[in-house]
């Protein structure tokens, strides 16, 4: 038997098959399929994105859509360490800025607690530990010991009292007693109806007008006589802080520049007259005529 002409020969079954088209792929051979992956492993079209495509200009998101990060400086909460309402009053916005409205009331009373220095606020907080709602219940005693209106505008009207008394031409205490009234009357307006019963008290500005000049306290009447107030408010008299003190620093201004002029001017003149002055030579000559002669 030959083996080279038996190894030659087709067999039926390659026979029968031979006629089929055969499948080609490139780079490979004709009987081997390409590899695939699993459909769940087939990246979808988000996923092939490279990671930079978020931030780049082709990629951009709707401005809806875009998540907004605060990258600055982290906000603090101020802690209550004496009896102040000014004190409370930045505790508290803090607090209702700061606080998420998800959380549980335990959550906040941790919070608050923390911030609480004073000891007779501590023992407020203590007396409401085991309460349903112990921040909420907290807040309010604390509110009404510390956060009312009245309270807080005479103990900010007591400091101004008791600084010293604001002389005629001096700009710089003027202006610091100018915006002290005017913090008082912002913290006023931001607590409602009660702040503003406070701000249309006519005692208050009689107390703060006593700190005042003479002189000053007759340009207050005659800024509110055409105005026909008959008792001003906190509000007018801080708007008319703000109108004075605009007008004693023009004032004072213009009142400078000249001085200075008239100084630079001075100066100027009296270097003048210390330079030496040059020697003047005059020169005297005579003329002789020649006579021709005849």
Aim: with cysteine; hydrophobic share 30%; charged share 25%.
């Amino acid at each position: 038997m030959n083996i080279s002409s038996f190894s030659h020969e087709r067999s039926p079954f390659a026979a029968q098959y031979s006629d089929l088209p055969q499948l080609k792929y490139p780079d490979r051979s004709p009987y081997s399929l390409p590899r695939q992956l699993p459909e769940f492993m087939v990246p979808t079209q988000d996923q092939r994105r490279p990671v930079y495509a978020e931030y780049s200009s082709d990629h951009l998101l709707p401005s809806s859509t875009q998540e907004k990060i605060y990258r600055g400086p982290a906000p603090t909460i101020p802690c209550l360490t004496f009896p102040d309402p000014r004190e409370f009053s930045r505790l508290r916005i803090a607090l209702e800025n700061m606080l998420p409205d998800d959380v549980t009331e335990r959550f906040k009373f941790q919070i608050l607690t923390d911030h609480l220095k004073l000891e007779e606020a501590l023992l407020v907080a203590d007396s409401y530990s085991n309460s349903r709602f112990p921040f909420s219940n907290t807040m309010k005693a604390l509110n009404k010991m510390y956060g009312q209106p009245h309270q807080l505008a005479l103990q900010r009207i007591a400091e101004l009292m008791d600084g010293a008394n604001i002389r005629s031409g001096d700009v710089n205490a003027f202006r610091m007693f100018g915006l002290q009234v005017r913090s008082l009357v912002s913290m006023l307006q931001q607590l409602g109806h009660k702040g503003t019963v406070e701000l249309e008290c006519g005692s208050h500005v009689s107390r703060l007008l006593s700190k005042l000049p003479h002189d000053l306290r007759s340009s207050f009447k005659r800024y509110t006589h055409p105005l026909q107030v008959t008792i001003p408010t906190l509000l007018d008299f801080a708007d008319w802080l703000e109108y004075e003190l605009q007008v004693q620093e023009d004032t004072h201004q213009y009142a400078c520049h000249p001085r200075q002029e008239s100084s630079v001017r001075g100066r100027e003149i009296r270097r003048e007259s210390r330079q030496p002055r040059k020697p003047t030579t005059i020169l005297l000559g005579t003329e002789k005529s020649s006579s021709t002669p005849t």
